[in-house]
Nanobody
């Protein structure tokens, strides 16, 4: 049974930094791409960042490019989202997800498993 457990969310002020972590278990972590998505109140879930299984390829949404960085440590079965220069519009529940294979993807349908989410709230 695959489990994804996010941590690191919380309250922040505009301009602050936070690092989200997602610990995975249940299947060979290094064989699967990982992604981060977010959903703000009243809005649809949106892609944030993705990383291939070996970490060689990353993609970030335009809205976070240059501020957020996805990374992974396959020895720790963990994916990270380093968030810097946070803005109030970054307020959302952040979800990590594990892909159906090694390739990175911006499409939610590619991901087989999802975490429970962690709240990030940024005040102005």
């Amino acid at each position: 049974q695959v489990q994804l457990v996010e941590s690191g969310g919380g309250l922040a002020q505009a301009g602050d930094s936070l690092r989200l972590s997602c610990a995975a278990s249940g299947r060979t972590f290094s064989s699967y791409a990982m992604g981060w998505f977010r959903q703000a109140p009243g809005k649809e879930r949106e892609f944030v960042a993705t990383i291939s299984s070996n970490g060689a390829m990353t993609l970030h949404a335009n809205s976070v490019k240059g501020r957020f960085t996805i990374s992974r440590d396959n020895t720790k079965n963990t994916v990270y989202l380093q968030m810097s220069r946070l803005k109030p519009e970054d307020t959302a529940v952040y979800y990590c997800a594990q892909g159906g294979g090694p390739g990175a993807s911006v499409t939610g349908a590619w991901y087989d498993y999802w975490g429970q989410g962690t709240q990030v709230t940024v005040s102005s």
